[in-house]
């Protein structure tokens, strides 16, 4: 897989972060969630220098990175916001709120504004069914969402422009 140019810039930072942990082979897991956390997703040129850094092929980092759900190998916003499509949420119209959403932000489940901002997905059951709906955003968890909510939550995380752009 080719390392996009853009990436090369956050090569020191990179290389701060893998080298905070030893070159043992038992820390790749941790080392890559910590790369996921704090950004997103696990940059190509990240993951070369954490096959390197723990002397493990590159090959079986990134089949770790495809088989655990956790880890994107595509850049996401800053912002991801979690819908949750569980069964209790489901039935208390969930969907609606995935609709608002994507017709605010304009775009669709899985995808990224093209300024790097918003992500939108969808989870199974967040464990909170009591609180349905429930949406997450960046860990922050809103419960009962109605639909009159969605661009205000949207807002909170300066996505004025987006509603006003998208609104139907
Ligand atoms: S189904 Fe949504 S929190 Fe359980």
Redesign the pocket.
Known sequence: MQIEAREYEYANDYKVLIESYSGKPEHLLAIMQDVQKHYNYLPRLAISMISQHVGIPVSRVYAMASFYKAFSLVPKGKFIFRV???????IKN?ATLLDQLQEHLGIEVDETTADGLFSIETV??????A????MVVNGKVYGKVSPGDVERIINEYGGQSYASQHKC
Do not use: F, M, R
């Open positions: 949750c499509d569980g069964t209790a949420c489901h969930s199974n059951c967040l464990g909170a069914c609180l349905a709906p429930v």
